[in-house]
């Protein structure tokens, strides 16, 4: 009877034990909306976080809608995060139905609304395009994983300190680089304008054939308008994103070519979804990389 009692025991103190230790080890399980965010949460967040991306490499989030499989990752979520500014406008009613039982947060929520680029009554939500922009959603973030998870706020203060620095030299690497091109050529031709930000911030003029969502239509007279900037600036090459259909810019060189205008497609960009798992296009700082020196090398040329 007592080899029992010990043996029960001890059997119940190393469950305790075990639990105890799990319990210790926790992570917080992170959903986030796009690559971007779930890349900056992670760097922020460490060994103390587990995140998920819902948006995969390719994945475009003007038109995202949530699977089943997406609603169970958000309802089992420690905590949400998204862009904001309705770049997943499809998904803005869900967040604002989880908001009223967990902890789902905007990253952009923090961000002076002066800073932000206006397109009459919409506000552009591609704030990463701008590093300083992004820098300011890494500290939101900072003080979202500070206050859920206190015990190692300090954890995570330390790590967002030593990675904003790396993006304040990825900021000004993207200034220098923009630079050699020659300033008469410095125009940015997409298929929608998710690069404004990024115009505004490095001093290059960027135009797309759709707006600031690829749920926007676009006629003949705007790839008219487009055709003859090409033409009257001598603009040699034009861009393709990840995550769009390059139709409407294969389209765009041909009718150029069409007038006798030699136009290229100068590569392919990233625009609202980071390259794939494992790359380093699939990081923020290697997708910024791989976007400006495909930009300088096409058009310095």
Do not use: C
């Not at 760097?43 to 499989?69: C, E, F, R, W």
């Not at 100068?266 to 020196?293: R, W």
Request: aromatic fraction near 8%.
């Amino acid at each position: 009877m007592k080899t029992l009692l010990r043996f029960a025991v001890r059997a119940f103190l190393t469950l305790s034990l075990g639990v105890f230790s799990f319990s210790a080890q926790a992570q917080l399980q992170i959903v986030t909306t796009t690559g971007m965010i779930a890349d900056l949460t992670q760097n922020i967040g460490g060994k103390n976080v587990k995140v998920t991306a819902l948006m995969g490499s390719g994945v475009d989030p003007h038109l995202y809608k949530a699977t089943q499989g997406d609603l169970r990752r958000l309802s089992r979520a420690d905590l949400i995060l998204y862009n904001g500014l309705h770049l997943e406008g499809k998904m803005q009613d869900i967040f604002e139905k989880l908001a009223r039982k967990k902890a789902v947060f905007a990253v952009s929520d923090k961000i002076a609304k002066e800073r932000f680029i206006h397109h009459g009554n919409v506000l552009d939500p591609h704030i990463w395009f701008d590093v300083q922009l992004w820098i300011e959603a890494g500290k939101r973030i900072t003080e979202i994983l500070s206050n859920q998870d206190p015990e190692n706020a300090a954890h995570y203060q330390q790590r967002s300190q030593d990675y904003l620095q790396q993006l304040q030299k990825l900021d000004h690497w993207v200034q220098e680089q923009i630079k050699q091109i020659p300033s008469q050529k410095r125009l940015l031709i997409t298929a929608h304008d998710a690069f404004n930000y990024f115009g505004r911030a490095y001093g290059i003029k960027v135009m797309g054939l759709q707006g600031i969502s690829t749920a926007a239509e676009f006629g003949l007279q705007d790839v008219k308008h487009l055709k003859d900037i090409i033409v009257a600036n001598r603009i040699s090459a034009v861009f393709v994103e990840s995550s769009v259909s390059p139709k409407f810019i294969q389209s765009l060189v041909a009718g150029v070519k069409a007038e006798g205008h030699e136009l290229k497609i100068g590569g392919e960009l990233f625009s609202d979804a980071m390259g794939a798992s494992n790359t380093q296009e699939g990081t923020y700082i290697g997708m910024v990389k791989h976007n400006v020196n495909t930009i300088a090398g096409a058009l310095k040329q």
